[in-house]
């Protein structure tokens, strides 16, 4: 049972321009949503979060929006750059767990061209 | 800083091999959590420790055998792995249980 999906393996966009990455989960416990960057024979790199009582946040040029009604967070690269390319985890906790155990996405594979 | 360090990098080991793996951060954090991931896969939790306890263990094999000594490191004992145990060990930690996680590097662990 997969609770969170990351439906597009793969996203390509040109540098400058804005990337979006999608990402969906069915637990409507989850309370609690993050963002990872990963590259190559490393671990991740935590880059933004969202609480459920938000439906936006916003650090430099990364934005994260939720939408509780329809299970959906994004997140907003803009502008995008060639360093960004990676793979990108969302991770969602549900409430009530009070060890913090993360459910992640399958990834999405970000690559910016030069 | 939101250092999280794990020695060694990359580890080869025969299936009756005893080894361990290292996990240090200095940011005062409370909670350490082990996880395992395979390639083109999430990571998945195996350990988390809470205040040197071990909280939570995702029926992890026994052959995998965490231990907290203090407050700053997390080592993961390993005996008798099969090579299907091969994969990136992640090491993460958190202020505390439930807030943000930060990774460590990961060590790459090849199980002949």
């Known amino acids: 049972d997969q609770q969170v999906k990351q439906n597009s393996p793969s996203l390509s966009v040109q540098e400058g321009r804005i990337s979006i990455l999608n990402c969906d989960y069915t637990?409507?416990?989850?309370?609690?949503f993050l963002w990872y960057k990963k590259y190559p024979a490393e671990g991740p790199t935590f880059l933004i979060s969202i609480s459920s009582i938000k439906d936006k946040n916003e650090d430099g040029r990364f934005t994260v929006f939720l939408n509780k009604s329809a299970k959906h967070l994004s997140l907003h690269i803009v502008p995008s750059q060639p360093g960004d390319s990676a793979v990108y985890f969302c991770a969602a906790r549900r409430s009530g767990t009070s060890y913090g155990k993360l459910t992640f996405g399958q990834g999405t594979i970000l690559t910016v061209h030069p | 800083d939101t250092e999280v360090t794990q020695t060694p990098k990359h580890l080869v080991m025969g299936m009756t091999n005893k080894k361990s793996l290292k996990c240090e951060q200095h940011m005062g954090h409370r909670a350490m959590y082990w996880y395992k991931q395979k390639a083109k896969k999430p990571p998945e939790l195996m350990f988390v420790?809470?205040?040197?306890?071990?909280?939570i263990n995702e029926s992890v094999p026994s052959r995998f055998s965490p231990e907290c000594p203090n407050s700053s490191l997390l080592n993961l004992h390993l005996h008798a792995l099969q090579p299907e145990d091969s994969a990136l060990y992640l090491c993460a930690s958190s202020r505390i249980s439930g807030e943000t996680q930060y990774f460590g590097p990961g060590t790459r662990l090849l199980v002949l």
């Open positions: 420790y809470s205040y040197e306890k071990l909280s």
């Open positions: 637990n409507s416990m989850f309370d609690y």
